[in-house]
């Protein structure tokens, strides 16, 4: 065979031994360097695969982090309010706090009603209706001593009139709504849903 090759003239055995280079480039290209290419493209798109979802988890653990911390900060609003709300036993005693605090302050109690609870989702306002009868420094002194109490109570609708002279000093009649707040238990809010839910029904119920 050899003989044979080295019997050709001159460019036919160049032609020879191209054809056989490109033969050898082809067999490496086929059966070493393509199926390498394909590998390397499918690393390397798992790579692309891999940094997407470590930068997706990254992103999700600052979010659940930011989260985390925003609800840390609601549960400690929440119990900081929480502290300022009295529960449904000590409603009696801060009513007559507040009522005493009037007298205290020199003001005269016309009267003192405790209104119908208003019930909202999750707690329920608890108003009083309140008349008194002092002078202007008295009733100012009465609600700042209801603005330093450790719970809440929210003073509105405050209407003063039939002012007098008495005895060198200008006495009035003072009358507001002194409201404070409760948290609903459990059952008071699913009875409340629950109430609400129904009254919505019938509404529609109407309507048809």
Do not use: C, W
């Not at 891999?50 to 999700?60: P, S, V």
């Amino acid at each position: 065979m050899l003989d044979r090759i080295f019997a050709l003239p001159v460019h036919q055995r160049r032609l020879l031994y191209g054809s056989l280079v490109v033969l050898i480039i082809l067999l490496y290209a086929f059966a070493l360097h393509l199926p390498q290419a394909r590998e390397l493209a499918s690393k390397k798109e798992n790579i692309r695969a891999l940094e997407a979802e470590h930068a997706r988890l990254q992103a999700f653990a600052v979010q659940r982090e930011k989260v985390k911390n925003e609800m840390a900060e609601t549960e400690e609003l929440f119990n900081q309010v929480a502290a300022q709300l009295p529960d449904q036993k000590e409603i009696p005693e801060l009513l007559r706090q507040v009522s005493n605090l009037g007298r205290d302050s020199g003001l005269e109690v016309l009267f003192f009603r405790q209104k119908p609870e208003v019930p909202h989702d999750l707690y329920a306002e608890v108003p009083v209706e309140m008349g008194v009868r002092g002078g202007y420094h008295q009733v100012a002194l009465f609600f700042d001593k209801v603005r330093h109490l450790e719970r809440i109570v929210h003073i509105t609708e405050l209407n003063l009139k039939n002012p007098q002279l008495r005895n060198g000093q200008v006495q009035i009649d003072a009358s507001f709504f002194a409201t404070t707040y409760r948290f609903l238990s459990e059952e008071e809010r699913e009875r409340i849903a629950k109430e609400k839910a129904e009254a919505q029904q019938k509404k529609k119920t109407k309507k048809k």
